[in-house]
């Protein structure tokens, strides 16, 4: 059984913006606080930000003012606007409940942001 399904990667130059998708089941998005995680190459899987269920949200430093997590509790999908991107920002994003509690990731969603 299917859980967490990213989309809504691709290529964009720096300073273009994308919007990530992640359908979740509604057992997991109902119970969890959901967040945004990434891997870019060569470095360990990071977090990237945080949407409580009372849609309250937490940034990692390196995309704070940048980026925009959001829920959406009707269609049971979390979104993270991703605007003014860096090359940095390069990576397989992925989402999961925060805290970890044993859902398996996704297969993610690919961000290459090159000129």
């Known amino acids: 059984q299917v859980q967490l399904v990213e989309s809504g990667g691709g290529l964009v130059q720096p300073g273009g913006s994308l919007r990530l998708s992640c359908a979740v089941s509604a057992r997991i998005f109902d119970r969890n606080t959901m967040g945004w995680y990434r891997q870019r190459p060569g470095n360990e899987r990071e977090w990237v930000a945080t949407a409580g269920r009372a849609n309250w949200t937490n940034y990692a430093e390196s995309v704070k003012g940048r980026f925009t997590i959001s829920r959406d509790k009707a269609k049971k999908v979390m979104y993270l606007q991703m605007d003014r991107l860096k090359v940095e920002d390069t990576a397989v994003y992925y989402c999961?409940?925060?805290?970890?509690?044993?859902?398996?990731w996704g297969q993610g969603t690919q961000v290459t942001v090159s000129p």
């Open positions: 999961n409940t925060i805290p970890r509690s044993g859902v398996d």
